[in-house]
């Protein structure tokens, strides 16, 4: 079973792409760290509640779809 951290990761870099931005697009939007977002798309990281919700606000998503 693919853990949550990777799934969450990989649907992060999906819908980025899918909007046509960069990570460090992204990272400007949504005021998050570079390095940081970096392990998060490589599931290298948990995140906090407030960081997921400023990730889907800056790709115009609800936070749930991140996690689906």
Do not use: W
């Amino acid at each position: 079973m693919e853990k949550i951290s990777e799934k969450l990761g990989q649907n992060i870099k999906k819908i980025r792409a899918k909007n046509k931005m960069s990570q460090g697009d992204l990272c400007r939007k949504s005021g998050i760290d570079r390095g940081y977002m970096s392990a998060v798309e490589n599931g290298k990281n948990n995140i906090t509640i407030e960081a997921l919700a400023k990730i889907a606000s800056a790709l115009s998503v609800f936070p749930d779809k991140l996690l689906k």
